[in-house]
């Protein structure tokens, strides 16, 4: 089981440039989401997802569009690239009863927007 | 709207001593709670939740609802505990699924 991977791991943008944050897992889990972790501000959700076809917003939706068209990926997509969104990004993923069994997480990607 | 609380950015302790992150949160209903944590160049990780009243790595927490806490507890921290904690809290209803995570706790045990 490679778990939840994230590409890129490292990214640099300029300002209105759009690109796509991937996340795949192999462990048939039902939830995914995607969080921005920023210094001071703990980790925020962006969109999240509990299955192929269904997503809703989090804290912080605003720039960033997903779809979940299986339930192995979970692409984040910045439509027009922010300094604002300079970042380091997260996908998790759980399973059953909410996520009550904890979620395991990628490896995160470093966003840099200039 | 739900939210976690962890008034301490930053923790130090001595090796040997006993370490206590706290963590409240503000939800009317019954709320889950999880401890995880973010090793040095490593992934995060859950560390432990309450629902399992599992110790990990010698960590405990209890959730406490009519303080509305969930303070995690180690009696004797040892350097390689030494990491960033977050606590965070998911809710039933319309939010199932969805994990408020607190700012987080720097913890580092001196030698």
């Known amino acids: 089981n490679a778990g939840v991977t994230q590409t890129p791991k490292f990214q640099v943008l300029k300002t209105g440039q759009s690109m796509t944050l991937q996340c795949a897992q192999d462990m048939n889990h039902e939830y995914m989401s995607w969080y921005r972790q920023d210094p001071g501000m703990g980790l925020r959700l962006i969109h999240y997802?509990?299955?192929?076809?269904?997503?809703d917003q989090g804290e912080v939706p605003n720039g960033y569009n997903v779809s979940r068209s299986t339930t192995e990926d979970f692409p984040l997509r910045l439509l027009s690239a922010a300094p604002s969104q300079t970042s380091v990004y997260f996908c998790?993923?759980?399973?059953?009863?909410?996520?009550?069994?904890?979620?395991?997480f990628g490896s995160g990607t470093r966003l840099t927007v200039v | 709207a739900q939210r976690v609380t962890q008034p301490e950015k930053l923790l130090s302790v001595f090796k040997g001593a006993p370490v206590e992150l706290k963590c409240n949160y503000s939800?009317?209903?019954?709320?889950?709670l999880f401890w995880y944590v973010q090793y040095s160049r490593q992934r995060l990780q859950l560390l432990l939740r309450?629902?399992s009243r599992e110790s990990i790595k010698g960590f405990t927490a209890d959730l406490n609802k009519g303080e509305t806490s969930f303070h995690l507890k180690k009696p004797f921290a040892q350097e390689e505990d030494s990491a960033m904690y977050y606590c965070?809290?998911?809710?039933?209803?319309?939010?199932?699924?969805?994990?408020?995570f607190g700012q987080g706790t720097i913890l580092t045990v001196h030698p």
């Open positions: 998790a993923s759980s399973y059953g009863l909410g996520g009550r069994r904890g979620y395991t």
């Open positions: 309450h629902i």
């Open positions: 939800y009317s209903g019954s709320p889950e």
């Open positions: 997802s509990v299955g192929a076809g269904i997503t």
């Open positions: 965070a809290l998911s809710t039933g209803g319309t939010s199932y699924g969805k994990l408020t």
